[in-house]
């Protein structure tokens, strides 16, 4: 939300747009506020309080980026203090936390509780408590009432602690001490100290071959390498030998060597930086549809060489950090430490100083998920959006629910920056776009180097399982071709997109399975940990012997998770070294490189995963991709499941065969004339294309229309469908047969919250900002009712 406040008079020099200032918000809370507008215009309803101190030299956050935030707040419908929330580090956010203050006037004669009396006698000696030290002087997880009671009789007032949460990093420095400059001072140290104390002697001799110039080395770093302790190191100190200074140091070194570049670049590749290079002369945004391993990273590369030669800041966005260390690590060789990473798993301190250095200006690419849309750039030259149709640039839960893809445009056009979209596979309306005019179109057909697309194999397991030919989830061909590589010592993939060892536990006699107490699904079982498990809450139990419906016992586990096809596989390749990908296995804050490394390493024979294995991946040894169960995906009640099976069954074949030898893909299916089926093992995108968008005109979806969706939650559900109606009647008075719904959606509680979908369809001849506006009005006319205040609504613009 915005809030008007007083400037005082002394602050007066002090402010600007872009600078974070200290507010009191309520009677006793403070908060930080960024300065958006400065104006003269007084509240007509209430005294604004006054703000009381800037926290900034110079503004944090430029014109551009506010404007940004602004856009966000509009589009997606959401408010500027929720854009902000996110935009900001948690470093640069005040902690508050109360404190109990003895007062200087307390009254002496009055009658305290006995819990009362040690609270008074630890503040007469400290002057102040937090909350915290005072539960734990009382022994009580709660001890607010005796606060209230010591406030009510004047012995105490509650004030505010105001705390940055960033700290910098500071380390110990060691170095020689300035008197021993001289030769002859040297000599007379090394004199003192062989006679009584070798180990210093031996200590100081170490410090002075390893920091000759004595600039100072660290000081952990220096006892640890060399096997000293820190007693010999007090000793030279208090001889005065040794000086010891405390100094700040970054958190994120990177430590590599940028490789010399002189890579050159194909023809194919040549013609297409020409293009994209045509395309930004145009202003337009650029669509690079390269087909799998045809070398786009190598244009990236030189677009980027290009961007920092004028001086400029580079943001390249990547879905998903964790799966792309093998391209983090191709363009930290070409660019060394101007190249910074922007990771989720980074702690709120090393986040700090990496938004520092994209501010100052010492980062000058940043490899960053989604959330790099907010970093504050001051000369951004080149947006690079990799892999532009995945899903995971959709921000979920909480708000904003941005698309950095779309937002990344709006941001490149605000700081008059290119911007490149990249894809095998580009999302339907990106193509769209990019066959009108408002992007600019350039195709890399070939793969680099001549290298052949792989081979398909399309499989008919139900003609494989009427001949009886299958075992289990393996098709006869698939196991042949699993042992035919596994002779050649080389690698498979297989693919299947479902976690755990079966997803479904049934009983035979009335096929009751086990659900979630908390969520209308049906549990997954995990062999590893041997629970049932819910993918949407967390709850987990005991697998079930009896069925809890009609009680018989005679239950079977049903389906294919990950886990099954890597305990099945061992059964059929007993010596091969086969493992795991799926969040499981990659839980841990390393787990995930270390088992992309061990492929690269070829430790691994086949690796088993779920979509995370299609996500940008390049290994020189594998020769199969096995996609165990395409029908899954085919066939999942989505109006984009086409689309979505599309991009996953091209990505995953295009891992296999990168290098020299031609890959084999083996597509297990029921549909083996399926057009998608087709399409994917064709290699053509364009008769995907021209099927999904003529269906998409069809049915009046994406790219043809607008899509909002509105989702109401609460524990009863009763309540929600009855908010739901009373909202969908509201929004119909305007909008009619653009409204559909209320309806429950496939899964229609989750964490005991039941839902409620109202989809609405916004022409494209309609403005969309007072479309918007009508929409959340709505909203807040409903949530302005007593009857479903307690609903939640959330409202998404462009959704899925």
Partial sequence: ??????????????????????????????????????????????????????????????????????????????????????????????????????????????????????????????????????????????????????????????????????????????????????????????DDLERAAPVQLSLLMRLQMVDPDRVGVERPEFLKEYGFSSAPLKGLMDKGYVLQERREVDRIIYEGQAEPSDHELTNDQQQCLIDVEHGFKLEKPVLLHGITSSGKTHVYIELIRKALDQGGQVLYLLPEISLTTQLIRRIQAFFGEQVMVNHSRFNENERMEIWEKVRDGSCRVLMAPRSGIFMPFTDLKLIIVDEEHETTYKQMEPSPRYHARDASIVLAKIFHANIVLGSATPSVETYFNSKGIKYHLTEMKQRFSGVNLPEFTVVDMGEERRNKRNKGVFSSILLDRLNHILAEKEQAILFQNRKGYVPITECTECSWSPSCVHCDITLTYYRGEDRLRCHFCGYSTPPVTQCAACGSTSLQMSGYGTERIEAELQLHF?????????????????????????????????????????????????????????????????????????????????????????????????????????????????????????????????????????????????????????????????????????????????????????????DPSLPLSPTKKFILGCVHQIKGQKAHASVRILCDADPF
């Fill in 1 to 190: 939300m915005q809030y008007t406040y007083r400037v005082p008079q002394e602050l007066n020099e002090e402010i600007a747009v872009g600078k974070r200032v200290v507010v009191q918000f309520g009677k006793r809370k403070i908060y930080t506020g960024i300065i958006l507008q400065i104006h003269e215009n007084k509240p007509p309803d209430h005294q604004a309080k006054y703000i009381l101190s800037v926290m900034d030299n110079v503004p944090l956050f430029s014109d551009e980026h506010l404007r940004f935030w602004k856009w966000i707040a509009d589009y997606y419908m959401c408010t500027l203090g929720e854009v902000m929330n996110a935009a900001v580090p948690p470093g640069l956010k005040l902690e508050s936390q109360s404190r109990v203050v003895l007062r200087h006037d307390a009254p002496t004669e009055i009658v305290l509780d006995a819990l009362e009396i040690p609270i008074v006698t630890k503040l007469k000696e400290v002057g102040a408590l937090t909350i915290d030290e005072v539960d734990k002087i009382t022994h009580r997880k709660n001890s607010f009432k005796y606060i209230q009671s010591l406030y009510e009789k004047g012995i105490i007032t509650i004030e505010e602690d105001i705390q940055e949460r960033y700290t910098p990093k500071a380390v110990n420095f060691i170095r020689l001490a300035d008197g021993l400059g001289q030769e002859q001072a040297m000599k007379e140290a090394y």
């Fill in 574 to 762: 007993p010596d091969a070294r086969i493992h795991r990908l799926d969040q499981e296995t990659a839980r841990k804050k390393s787990a995930l490189e270390h088992i992309v490394s061990a492929f690269e390493k070829r430790e691994i024979d086949v690796l088993i995963g779920t979509q995370m294995i299609a996500k940008g991946l390049d290994f020189d040894n594998l020769r199969l991709v096995g996609i165990v169960d395409a029908d899954h995906a085919l066939n999942f009640p989505d109006f984009r499941a086409f689309e979505r099976s599309f991009q996953l069954f091209t990505q995953v074949a295009g891992r296999a065969g990168r290098r020299k030898q031609k890959g084999e893909v083996i597509i297990q299916t029921n549909q083996p004339a399926h057009r998608i089926i087709q399409t994917v093992t064709d290699h053509d995108y364009d008769t995907f294309y021209a099927a999904e968008i003529a269906d998409r005109k069809r049915y009046n979806y994406p790219p043809y229309t607008r899509l909002v969706r509105v989702t109401l939650k609460h524990r009863e559900r009763s309540i929600v469908q009855r908010t739901a109606g009373q909202l969908a009647y509201l929004l119909k008075t305007q909008m009619d047969d653009h409204v559909l719904g209320p309806q429950e959606p496939y899964v229609s509680r989750i964490r005991n919250q039941y839902i409620q979908i109202i989809l609405i369809k916004i």
